[in-house]
C-alpha cells in the first residue's frame, strides 16, 4: 500500500481545502406564492410547480392544492 512520503503541511491542507465550502442554495419565489423555495421544486407552501416546456406562462399548473 502507498504510504505519504511527506506530512502534508497545514497550509497544503487549508489551500486545498478552500474549495470544499457548500454552496449556498439558490432560493426563488414561488411564482404563486412568494415564498422562497429551490429552483425545479414544488412549492412546500401552496403545491405550485412552474413546469418547462411549449407555451410558456400557459404550462404553468398547481400539482397538489392543499390535501386536507
Ligand atoms: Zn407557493
Not at 12 to 20: A, E, G, I, P, V
Not at 38 to 58: F, L, Q, S, V
Request: overall charge positive.
Amino acid at each position: 500500500m502507498a504510504v505519504p512520503k511527506f506530512k502534508t503541511s497545514k497550509s497544503k491542507k487549508r489551500k486545498r481545502r478552500t474549495h470544499d465550502a457548500i454552496a449556498p442554495t439558490n432560493l426563488v419565489p414561488c411564482g404563486n406564492c412568494g415564498w422562497s423555495i429551490p429552483m425545479h421544486r414544488i412549492c412546500p407552501n401552496c403545491g405550485h410547480y412552474r413546469a418547462r416546456g411549449k407555451g410558456g406562462a400557459r404550462t404553468r399548473a398547481v400539482i397538489a392544492q392543499d390535501e386536507g
